[in-house]
């Protein structure tokens, strides 16, 4: 089974400062045939669907603040919002998907709170 | 603007079959861009894919549920269908459909969700 595992499983940031988020897949998610990572990041608020921020691990979803910015390859990956925002409270996801056999897999997820 | 909503029981007994319907609108789900999926999250707890589905009738299920699931599509109606048999309190999640999007494996666009829950 592929796993996503995401640290920390909480994280408190004041506001205005940089809050990064880490998620590490069991198997890579890179594809040679297009030289793509598939993980993407959400977002979800209370009550609320997730909503989709980042995909191929670092291009921000259209109107997606550019305070969020994704990074890395392979296994390792991060989310990082620049400067916290009071909206930005929010319990964030990574994804991976893997095509042999087709399978979507999530990370627990990371609460983000302010300080 | 794309819409998804999911209906259908908020209860259902253990041992029987769950069943639930996305109605997309403000878009056709015949669209071969799209996968059309879905997602459970149990209460206080994180997201699961159960199984996704092309307008052709494709399919293919999350294999810890796959023995259980069936997605089906009525391109007639812009709706898709989910049914989980036998079902345990285990199941009692809230239950998201979304649209898949075929080139970069994302689901961007989610229903409000429906909360079922499994009891006697």
């Known amino acids: 089974d592929i796993v996503m595992t995401q640290s920390p499983d909480s994280l408190a940031v004041s506001l205005g400062e940089r809050a990064t988020i880490n998620c590490k897949s069991s198997?890579?998610?890179?594809?040679?045939?297009?030289?793509?990572?598939?993980l993407a990041w959400y977002q979800q608020k209370p009550g609320q669907p997730p909503k989709l921020l980042i995909y191929?691990?670092?291009t921000r979803e259209s109107g997606v603040p550019d305070r969020f910015s994704g990074s890395g390859s392979g296994t390792d990956f991060t989310l990082t919002i620049s400067s916290l925002q009071a909206e930005d409270v929010a319990v964030y996801y990574c994804?991976?998907?893997?095509?042999?056999?087709?399978?979507?897999?999530f990370g627990q997820g990371t609460k983000l709170e302010i300080k | 603007q794309l819409q998804l909503q999911e209906s259908g029981p908020g209860l259902v007994k253990p041992s029987e079959t769950l069943s639930l319907t996305c109605t997309v609108s403000g878009g056709s789900i015949s669209s071969s861009s799209y996968y059309w999926g879905w997602i459970r999250q149990p209460p206080g707890k994180g997201l699961e894919w159960i199984g996704s589905?092309?307008?052709?009738?494709?399919?293919y299920y999350n294999p810890s549920l796959k023995s259980r699931v069936t997605i089906s599509v009525d391109t007639s109606k812009n709706q898709f269908s989910l049914k989980l048999s036998s079902v345990t309190a285990a199941d009692t999640a809230v239950y998201y459909c979304a649209r898949v999007v075929v080139v970069t494996a994302t689901f961007d666009y989610w229903g409000q969700g429906t909360l079922v829950t499994v009891s006697s």
């Open positions: 994804q991976q998907y893997y095509s042999t056999p087709p399978l979507y897999t």
């Open positions: 191929w691990a670092s």
């Open positions: 198997q890579s998610v890179l594809y040679s045939s297009n030289n793509k990572n598939y």
């Open positions: 589905i092309y307008y052709s009738g494709s399919t």
